[in-house]
């Protein structure tokens, strides 16, 4: 069974920055694409960012564009989310997955997700 851990999470000041981490294992061949989502309180759970298996391709949202780093190592076994310049919007449960579709955006084309791991951006 496929499973994916998230950590890096915590409290952190505006301005400041975070590096989240996505421990993946037992992912499928057929996976194309890990991606980070959030959700925040009240909240469809929305798209940030994702990869291509190679790390050739990445896709990010207007929100978080220039601020955000997607990347990946070890052939997807480990995927990072380099977040900087943070403000409070930024505040949810950040959550990574895994698709089998090329570079999507879609939280219900993901099959596989992580527990998830909660930042909190202060003023």
């Known amino acids: 069974q496929a499973q994916l851990v998230e950590s890096g999470g915590g409290l952190v000041q505006a301005g400041g920055s975070l590096r989240l981490s996505c421990a993946a294992s037992?992912?499928?061949?057929?996976?194309?694409?890990m991606g980070w989502f959030r959700q925040a309180p009240g909240k469809e759970r929305e798209f940030v960012a994702a990869?291509?298996?190679?790390?050739?391709?990445?896709g990010y949202s207007d929100s978080v564009k220039g601020r955000f780093t997607i990347s990946i190592s070890n052939a997807m076994n480990t995927g990072f989310l380099q977040m900087s310049s943070l403000k409070p919007e930024d505040t949810a449960v950040y959550y990574c997955?895994?698709?089998?579709?090329?570079?999507?955006?879609?939280?219900?084309?993901?099959?596989?997700w992580g527990q998830g791991t909660q930042v909190t951006v202060s003023s």
């Open positions: 997955g895994a698709s089998s579709r090329w570079l999507s955006r879609v939280a219900t084309e993901y099959g596989y």
């Open positions: 037992r992912l499928p061949f057929s996976t194309f694409t």
């Open positions: 990869i291509s298996r190679t790390g050739g391709n990445t």
